[in-house]
């Protein structure tokens, strides 16, 4: 038997009235998952535990099976792991955006934040500003390491575990009274927006209508994290397909293989038939046991505020990922379990993540069994069944 799961990053959403009262789940054409969901168990899940924020840290822990209470440490450890540092005990990450500020005039305090994402900035355009703020800002006490897209990396030695806001709570708000306390912080965030707004590179991106990459935004401090080993927890040889540091971070901490699939860049137009059949080929000619193929689409799209951009992601999920891996495995005569579900909300009307519960449906190709239900939000609840805790549910899967 393998397992598989598919990962659609902040898929779930509310009722939204320019789609006639449907959810994007409800109003995508997804003619895959429904099949599929006819064949399968339908239910929700909470995902985030109780007094957590609700993030893809600890939601995608809590989809793998660990529980974050235990496990988590903070979100920029785990993707330290994926870029590969090294961490001593006394090192705290920082996650280090490079996000858009507004181009005005005003003291940097009185900035709004515009793009959490600075227009999807390729990981070549992001690693040229950080190296120019590197230049200027870094010491031996704050390291600065390239990550992806605009997701970077910070280690502060000697430092403190220290509440910061992830820049994309606060899209279109005035961010003086969001920056960090620590003064040392909130100065290299202020000079970055000296060194990065009229940077060439920036003025290029501005004549091409593409937002400047302009100020860090340090959040999602933490120590090094301490994983328990995927196999030897639940007995599967497991690998990771994702195009994010974040998850990529959590496999190299669970001794899960991570798979690299060319032209995954986490955005709209990823490579998602690249990363379906990296999962038949690691499944069945590399003999694998389970699969997480994790797709980021449908949460930027949901901070963007793009509902059609959104309900293309959940529909680019269900015909060029979903349907490719059941056609593949089906044709091959492999025995299979596939779940698929979000790992959080990421509602169009607040374009950040909540903690609401997630609908999933759980397909096993050796049963039969007859559903009157659809996979999304609506018929989850209608369903009746509940997972309490999200760390319990690839039990489910694994039964």
């Known amino acids: 038997m393998k397992y598989v799961i598919i990962l659609g990053d902040g898929m779930s959403d509310e009722p939204i009235e320019l789609l006639g009262g449907k959810t994007p789940l409800e109003y995508a054409t997804t003619p895959t998952m429904d099949a599929i969901s006819q064949m399968a168990e339908i239910g929700l899940c909470h995902t985030i535990p ?100 605009y997701r970077h990396l910070t280690i502060w030695d000697k430092g403190e575990v220290v509440d910061l806001t992830p820049p994309h709570d606060i899209l279109g708000k ?30 290029d991106r501005a004549k091409k209508g593409l937002n400047k990459a302009n100020s860090l935004w340090f959040w999602g401090a933490g120590t090094r994290p301490a994983l328990t080993s995927f196999e030897e927890k639940f007995g599967k040889k497991g690998v990771m397909i994702s195009a994010v540091d974040l998850l990529k971070g959590i496999a190299v901490g669970a001794d899960m293989k991570v798979v690299e699939v060319e032209g995954a860049d986490g955005t709209l137009h990823t490579n998602y038939e690249g990363k379906a059949r990296a999962a038949v080929q690691e499944l069945l000619d590399n003999n694998y046991d389970f699969a997480y193929i994790h797709v980021e689409a449908p949460d930027e799209m949901g901070h963007q505020g793009s509902t059609m951009n959104k309900i293309k992601a959940i529909e680019y999920l269900d015909e060029r990922v979903i ?77």
């Open 174 to 203: 005035v961010i003086g009274s969001y920056l960090p306390e620590d003064k040392n912080l909130k100065e290299m965030m202020r000079k970055s927006y000296e060194i990065l707004n009229e940077h060439p590179l920036n003025i």
């Open 323 to 399: 349907k490719i891996l059941k056609e593949e495995l089906d044709q091959r005569g492999a025995e299979y379990r596939l779940l698929v579900m979000p790992d959080h909300p990421t509602p169009i009307a607040c374009r950040t993540h909540t903690s609401d519960p997630v609908p999933y449906m759980l397909f096993d190709s050796t049963k039969t069994l007859v559903s009157n239900l659809l996979y999304n939000e609506a018929d989850a609840k209608r369903s009746g069944n509940v997972v309490d805790n999200g760390y319990e549910m690839i039990h489910k899967l694994f039964a």
């Open 50 to 149: 109780e007094g957590m924020k609700p993030g893809s840290d600890t939601a995608n822990l809590s989809v793998l099976g660990y529980d974050p209470k235990q496990y988590y440490t903070g979100r920029s450890p785990l993707e330290a792991l994926s870029i590969g540092v090294d961490m001593k005990s006394t090192d705290i990450a920082l996650r280090c955006n490079i996000v858009t500020l507004s181009d005005d005039n005003l003291p940097y305090e009185e900035k709004s934040i515009i793009d959490h994402s600075s227009s999807e900035i390729s990981t070549e355009d992001a690693a040229v500003l950080l190296e120019a703020v590197r230049q200027v800002l870094e010491t031996d006490t704050y390291k600065y390491y390239v990550g992806t897209s």
